[in-house]
């Protein structure tokens, strides 16, 4: 199992103290709605049950470099991220007080400092306990049924570029068991059962009303001649995003190597990318490249969580199933989405 990355202490800083205060509280109970447990020391013993210690030194009174010495420790003895808010003079005096160097937050770069690899945790702990009813692994997609609901996701590919062999069987133990039992080997690193878990989450998503003519590829309104990188070889592309850089795992004559990635996407305006990256695992390493560049996630593969908005994606571009048995045979068969694309309907979910 993958461990989630640690965290350096941060500090939220703001124009004024109350507003990194109230940032800091905002944030915190965002994450506790979505099934983080956050603790604040002095309440309650920090203890590895925890995900992030929270701290408003305002509020709490001033701590001595004792203390926030014995803070910093006993955090990063349990792995436990440490946020802090306070007095923009304490912050000014942890050097003198102590070997303390927490990182300084800005308000809107919180998700960011908490990191995209968490995405995928959050979407696990907040799936319902539905149990699943089906689940078809074809050679190029998989699909995980409920009663009432159908996820899809891209299945990895062998180094030649081509579809891997996917054992006969494959993830049928799972059927009886909550989605989540599936959904949990999102944890593990690239491979068939970390694509199973991607459908598993998709297919935990209630479907939005309504359909697109959008697939997420063409420009938004006003984006004129901003600069773009596209991770995936997309069919027309030359037509729908003319002087994109495509970036490729199997590059074409036109694309870049994928591992050319931090070259050219830092400092980008847009990125499309194709939502593989998130059943291969690459997704959170390309959000980090994409700091302050408006991000699109492309295909029947795609999340379809508002709750993502926060790490950085701004458009999700997906896939909703709506003949689902046609589906499942196209799938079963090795097709891909040209084949089962008229069995449903995309959908686009922008951030408000």
Known sequence: ????????????????????????????????????????????????EHDLAFVDLGAAGPLSGHELSALFEQAGKLDIPLLLTGPASLLADLPVLSDLRPLPVLPERLFQWWGPERADEEMIRNLPPTPI????????????ETENTVGLAAMPLLASGQASDTPANTGTDYIGAPLRALAERLRM????????????????????????????LLPEAGSGTDRTVIVGRFPDLARKRPGAVVLEKYPGPDDLPA???PYVIPGTDHLVVTSSAWSNGTLAGLLRLASGSRVTLVGPGTPLQPALHAYGIQRLAGFVVADRERTREVIAAGGGVKAFKPHGRQVVLTEE
């Not at 500090?11 to 109970?29: C, K, L, N, Q, Y």
């Not at 009813?133 to 995980?144: D, E, F, I, L």
């Open 189 to 216: 690193p690239a491979g068939i059962e970390r694509s199973l878990a991607c459908a598993a989450i998709n297919a935990g998503n209630l479907a939005p009303d309504g359909g697109s003519a959008d697939d997420g």
């Open 259 to 261: 591992d050319a990635a």
């Open 1 to 48: 199992m993958l461990p989630l990355p640690r965290l350096t202490p941060a500090w939220v800083i703001s124009e004024t103290e109350d507003g990194a205060a109230r940032t800091a509280a905002e944030f915190v109970r965002r994450l506790q709605a979505r099934r983080w447990r956050v603790t604040s020391p002095g309440s309650e013993a920090l203890s590895k």
């Open 133 to 144: 009813t089906r689940v078809t692994a074809g050679q190029r997609w998989a699909m995980v």
